[in-house]
């Protein structure tokens, strides 16, 4: 089983991995550095999406590179991982939510173009990506089972909100959020989710949350404190992921949805 891992702000590495190798991969999207190691007897390639020093905003990542480069190293599961803020009050500061359902209608990567990979007329595997849940079910188990192992509180099942970057919500985009039944959100995983269903990748997200988001709380925290999350997410993340990684070889994972293709 190989295993693709993708983290977001504050895990520039990723913790346990043994035998490590960098490796750069060129495609036609772009170029994406990628970490490849052992973790538990499993191959881990991860990808760091902002990179040493937050290097990349959310809006200068390139998801079909990066995604291309865990495609062609033939992962057999993606493991997308971001910080988020809540939208609901109820939910654990320091916890994680392991997601079910997406919102991302813009539909865009951060260049303003259409998220697909079919962006040429009549290339052939063109087609609809078409599911009842975006993630993979068997996968989301096998994380939350791997969360109470590891002691980290999770939230089992939710909805992942995509929003555009860098700035943050004003408190009137997230009552529409809110009213569109999200339960937490961020700048990045949202291509992440579309680029593996229509390449019919398994994937699971998971969401580390950081904060409230605006509005949500009586009083907004110092950003102090929002940081401080931040660096704590890649210790509590690893610990769920690399629990989950020795299950995820007896796994039988299926790509969620199909993809309807007009191939003569």
Not at 45 to 53: I, N, Q
Request: charged letters at 20%; glycine letters at 10%; aromatic letters at 6%.
């Amino acid at each position: 089983m190989s295993v693709g891992v993708i983290s977001g702000s504050g895990t520039e590495s990723w913790p346990g991995v043994e035998r490590v190798e960098r490796r750069v991969h060129d495609s036609v999207y772009g170029q994406a550095e990628l970490t490849a190691g052992i973790v538990d007897g499993i191959e881990v390639l991860h990808v760091s999406r902002h990179g040493p020093a937050h290097q990349r905003l959310s809006n200068h990542v390139d998801h079909r590179a990066n995604m291309a480069a865990l495609i062609d190293a033939g992962v057999e599961v993606v493991v997308s991982l971001t910080v988020c803020g809540a939208i609901r009050s109820d939910l654990p500061l320091g916890g994680v939510v392991v997601f079910d359902d997406l919102y991302f209608p813009s539909n865009r990567l951060p260049d303003g173009s259409l998220c697909t990979w079919h962006d040429t007329s009549g290339r052939p595997g063109r087609g609809h990506w078409i599911f009842d849940q975006p993630f993979d079910a068997a996968l989301r188990g096998t994380m939350v089972e791997a969360a109470g192992r590891a002691g980290v509180e999770t939230v089992d099942g939710g909805c992942y909100g995509h929003v555009d970057g860098p700035r943050f919500n004003s408190r009137a985009e997230i009552r529409a959020l809110a009213a569109a039944g999200v339960t937490a959100l961020s700048q990045t995983a949202g291509p992440e989710v579309v680029l593996a269903g229509e390449a019919r990748l398994p994937m699971v997200l998971l969401g580390y949350l950081t904060d409230y988001a605006t509005g949500v709380a009586a009083a907004p925290e110092p950003l102090d404190a929002l940081l401080a999350r931040v660096k704590a997410s890649t210790a509590a993340l690893a610990a769920v992921v690399n629990s989950a990684l020795p299950a995820l070889a007896e796994l039988a994972v299926m790509p969620a949805g199909t993809v309807h293709t007009f191939e003569p």
